[in-house]
């Protein structure tokens, strides 16, 4: 008997509306303006002025590749800066580029933070209330910036990156730049190795640089929420077209989930039964001792810091001392692998006799089996 010819099937409703949706989203992407395009943002070329005590460096970034432009004298005359730059950067300062400045990593702090995961969409608003904790400088005296760096679900936490530099060393180095002629997109804090990548952007603190970004995007929210709207009308029949079946699966997953929910609580009730058999033998090898923490404190503190008291207790080491590098001394603390949630207890002082800094910091012990 011959074999009937086949035909391929007609495309389901499912795949004509997620081909529409795509088409949909590129449509948007067309009606929003330049400067809310991050992904534009993000890829395109930038003219990094990189700082230093004695020089800036004139660096381009294209296509993943660096090539420095130049060199400028921070010690020579200003007209003299301004000429220099002009003839190294002319091609260069333009739409295509972002023109940015990498102040030294020594003129700020940066920090790793852990904070919950729910608090992840208030973030901002959370750090803006802590600042007095998390830098030694007083809250209206710093611009900051962060980012999250990497999420930890097995924590339920996330683990934030801040940076800070005083306000005072980002209005100089402004000021320098645009005395040069250059319109400055983005201010940033360099890595300990002092490169030039571009990671945070200290001034979008500033309402003189962005509040007139910000006068078109009710415009623009407004057509993106009728848009939604109307995406979602069209989901919305898809779903009723397809309610039966899905309450049929509705049931079967109710099902599912109640024979799961079962299982959980029994290993549950399992777990908490060996946990309290085993604590015992568990918290005798927990925490490290004193002599072990008083040697972690001894090869993390830098030279030309004294300790005046360490005192110990419930899980909570307190330092107490002078430092000539004393603003350094929470970002050393933390590289240990015995403490965490480092942070000072009181804002750092001058110690006119001593040429150095009163420190006070905190930091809690990581519990640990020692081996």
């Not at 990156?161 to 320098?176: G, M, T, Y």
């Not at 848009?227 to 899905?246: C, K, P, T, Y």
């Not at 079967?252 to 549950?268: D, E, G, I, W, Y």
């Amino acid at each position: 008997m011959a074999q009937q010819p086949t035909t391929a099937p007609a495309p389901s409703m499912l795949s004509k509306l997620r081909d529409f949706i795509d088409w949909w989203v590129d449509e948007l992407k067309t009606m929003l303006p330049f400067s809310t395009d991050s992904t534009n943002q993000a890829f395109k070329d930038r003219l990094l002025i990189v700082m230093d005590e004695a020089q800036a460096s004139m660096v381009l970034h294209h296509r993943g590749k660096e090539q420095t432009l130049g060199k400028i004298d921070l010690n020579d005359t200003p007209p003299h800066q301004q000429i220099v730059f002009n003839s190294t950067t002319a091609r260069y300062v333009n739409e295509e580029h972002l023109t940015g400045i990498i102040l030294p990593a020594s003129q700020g702090l940066k920090r790793q933070v852990n904070f919950p995961l729910a608090a992840e969409s208030e973030l901002g608003h959370i750090l803006s209330h802590q600042l007095n904790r998390l830098t030694p400088y007083p809250a209206d005296k710093i611009y900051y910036d962060y980012r999250i760096i990497k999420r930890q679900s097995s924590k339920d936490e996330i683990v934030v990156e801040f940076v800070a530099v005083p306000k005072q060393v980002v209005n100089d180095a402004l000021k320098v730049a645009r005395n040069w002629g250059a319109t400055v997109n983005f201010v940033d804090l360099a890595s300990s190795d002092n490169n030039a990548r571009h990671h945070y952007d200290l001034i979008h603190m500033l309402p003189s640089e962005h509040d007139d970004d910000r006068s078109g995007r009710p415009l623009f929210a407004g057509l993106l929420v009728i848009n939604l709207l109307f995406i979602s009308a069209i989901i919305g029949i898809q779903w009723w077209q397809q309610s039966n079946h899905e309450s049929l699966l509705q049931q079967q997953v109710t099902a599912a989930t109640m024979q799961a929910s079962a299982a959980n609580k029994l290993r549950h009730k399992i777990e908490t039964i060996k946990n309290k058999v085993d604590f015992l033998s568990k918290k005798k090898r927990l925490s490290p001792t004193a002599m072990q923490i008083l040697n972690e404190v001894t090869h993390l503190l830098p030279h030309g810091t004294w300790l005046e008291r360490l005192e110990f207790h419930n899980g909570k080491i307190h330092l107490t001392g002078h430092s000539s590098q004393a603003s350094t001394l929470i970002g050393k603390i933390e590289e240990s692998a015995i403490f965490e949630d480092v942070t000072f207890t009181a804002p750092l002082t001058q110690d006119q006799r001593l040429s150095a800094e009163r420190f006070q910091i905190s930091a809690m012990l990581i519990q640990q089996v020692i081996k």
